[in-house]
């Protein structure tokens, strides 16, 4: 949707009510709603695991072959109790990235 160099938006579906529903990263360097700078984020502050993007299954076998050809790494599980497989990666953070997808075979 639209990038600089202090955020990223990306359009992940549309939204209600004319606005988008969106994944926004912004860089470090902003200050925070309150005004504040951002410290080091530390791990005992957070419960954050992981989060989760949901994909097509038509997109699945693509986005691993994207991996591959970049030589990113990742690992794939399924969830056969909610027919759902998914493909994690790490960020350059170490953030983990799910991306998951219905699967009816499964």
Same mark, same amino acid.
Not at 100 to 106: A, L, P, R
């Given at each position: ?11 992940? @579906? ?18 925070? @709603? ?17 989060? @989760? ?19 990113i790494a990742y690992i794939t599980e399924v969830f056969e109790w909610v027919s759902w497989k998914s493909i994690f990666i790490k960020d350059p953070e170490l953030n983990i990235i799910e991306f ?7």
């Open positions: 949707m639209s990038e600089s160099e202090n955020y990223t938006f990306f359009k992940i @579906a549309e939204g209600f009510g004319g606005h988008n529903q969106t994944l926004a990263l912004f860089a470090k360097t902003n200050l925070n @709603a309150f005004g504040e700078e951002f410290k080091s984020i530390q791990q005992k502050n957070t419960t954050l695991h992981h989060f @989760a993007l949901e994909i097509d299954k038509k997109d699945y076998k693509e986005i691993k072959a994207f991996f591959n050809k970049e030589n998951v997808c219905y699967d009816s075979e499964i």
